[in-house]
């Protein structure tokens, strides 16, 4: 019963932010790299961000570079999106992605994938 589940979307006006969680249950987390990918109306899904299983490595895409933090908490089983300086094109549902991995390091793809979250960024 692996289970991922995102939650922390919502309204937000340009400049505003949020933070998305994303908490896992039913396997061993702590072997498990995560990823943020985001998926907008009429476009295709694009990777966000990741982080290694320890938080050792973490990538962002360039577009949230500067704006975006990828975090862990093993102890709490949940990966965080910190999202600042947000813009009306960062509009999507988000979501997070597993992968289990041995090494500390981003993996090329995932397996298993929660819900999704809203954010719309809006006045």
């Known amino acids: 019963q692996l289970q991922l589940v995102e939650s922390g979307g919502g309204l937000v006006q340009p400049g505003g932010s949020l933070r998305l969680s994303c908490a896992a249950s039913?396997?061993?987390?702590?072997?498990?790299?995560i990823g943020w990918f985001r998926q907008a109306p009429g476009k295709e899904r694009e990777g966000v961000s990741c982080?290694?299983?320890?938080?050792?490595?973490?990538n962002n895409a360039e577009s949230v570079k500067g704006r975006f933090a990828v975090s862990r908490d093993n102890a709490k089983n949940t990966v965080y999106l910190q999202m600042n300086s947000l813009k009306p094109e960062d509009t999507a549902v988000y979501y997070c992605?597993?992968?289990?991995?041995?090494?500390?390091?981003?993996?090329?793809?995932?397996?298993?994938w929660g819900q999704g979250t809203q954010v719309t960024v809006s006045s």
């Open positions: 992605a597993a992968k289990f991995t041995y090494g500390d390091s981003c993996p090329r793809a995932y397996d298993y």
């Open positions: 039913g396997f061993a987390f702590d072997y498990y790299a």
């Open positions: 982080i290694s299983r320890s938080g050792g490595s973490t």
